[in-house]
């Protein structure tokens, strides 16, 4: 009967000490500012003005190595991910999901469309003038950092591959530099893929590969 009492009393303190530190904790948070930034605000846009696209053999539509300043940064864009240029172990599922967005490509179909998105990216970068917005947030545990690339026409990167139809919206968005909501862009570029499949545009213009029928 002493035991179980001294048990009663060791849980009672305990539930004692965890509701004192629980009021600190709320005495402490209960007057700080509610923030109405969004969560990247702690981290801010950089522009990386004159930068140079380098040639690499890495570089696809939506990931590119660039010189700025002395140093060379391989960069991800937000919010678009463009079809795999070659078939490879590694990428063979993302090439059959990215194949199923487009309606039912074939891999071959799909992987055409890749080169199609790395030489438009390219063209863009090698021919018009732009600059990179980037938090030099990590892609996973890689060496690139995603970013955002616009041109003088006040368009981004993204716009243009969703718009030729050579992209699919899928991967990590962002609150945009002018303020404008992550959700608010995606919106946008949705409706421009909506656009580009009523025109028939990159992939939605490609004809969907016959399934075979074999004979019982």
């Given at each position: 009967?002493?035991?179980?009492?001294s048990?009663?009393?060791?849980?009672?303190?305990?539930?004692?000490w965890?509701s004192?530190a629980?009021?600190q904790?709320?005495n402490?948070y209960r007057d700080?500012p509610v923030?109405?930034?969004p969560?990247e605000?702690?981290?801010r846009f950089?522009?990386?003005?004159?930068a140079q696209?380098v040639?690499?053999a890495?570089n696809?539509?939506d990931?590119?190595?660039?010189?700025h300043?002395g140093?060379?940064h391989?960069?991800?864009l937000?919010?678009?991910?463009?079809?795999?240029?070659?078939l490879?172990?590694l990428v063979?599922?993302r090439?059959?999901?990215?194949?199923?967005?487009?309606?039912?490509l074939?891999?071959?179909?799909?992987?055409?469309?890749?080169l199609?998105?790395?030489?438009?990216?390219?063209?863009?970068?090698?021919?018009q003038?732009?600059s990179?917005?980037?938090?030099?947030e990590r892609v996973?545990?890689?060496?690139?950092?995603?970013?955002l690339?616009?041109?003088?026409?006040?368009?981004?990167l993204?716009?243009?591959l969703v718009?030729a139809?050579?992209c699919?919206i899928?991967?990590?968005?962002?609150?945009?530099p002018?303020g404008r909501r992550e959700?608010?862009f995606e919106?946008?570029l949705?409706?421009?893929?909506?656009?580009?499949?009523a025109?028939?545009?990159g992939?939605?213009?490609r004809?969907?590969?016959?399934?075979?029928t074999?004979?019982p």
């Amino acid at each position: 009967m002493k035991r179980r009492s001294s048990r009663g009393s060791r849980f009672l303190w305990g539930l004692l000490w965890l509701s004192l530190a629980l009021l600190q904790a709320w005495n402490h948070y209960r007057d700080k500012p509610v923030s109405t930034q969004p969560p990247e605000a702690e981290s801010r846009f950089v522009a990386l003005a004159d930068a140079q696209l380098v040639e690499d053999a890495g570089n696809d539509g939506d990931s590119f190595k660039i010189a700025h300043d002395g140093s060379e940064h391989v960069l991800r864009l937000y919010f678009v991910d463009c079809p795999e240029k070659r078939l490879y172990p590694l990428v063979k599922n993302r090439l059959k999901d990215q194949a199923a967005y487009f309606g039912g490509l074939s891999i071959p179909q799909t992987e055409s469309l890749g080169l199609e998105a790395k030489a438009l990216t390219e063209k863009l970068l090698h021919e018009q003038r732009f600059s990179i917005q980037t938090r030099w947030e990590r892609v996973y545990d890689s060496a690139r950092s995603y970013a955002l690339v616009f041109f003088d026409d006040g368009e981004e990167l993204s716009e243009k591959l969703v718009r030729a139809g050579l992209c699919r919206i899928h991967t990590k968005g962002t609150w945009m530099p002018d303020g404008r909501r992550e959700f608010d862009f995606e919106t946008h570029l949705r409706a421009l893929e909506k656009e580009a499949k009523a025109a028939k545009r990159g992939a939605w213009g490609r004809a969907k590969p016959v399934p075979s029928t074999s004979n019982p």
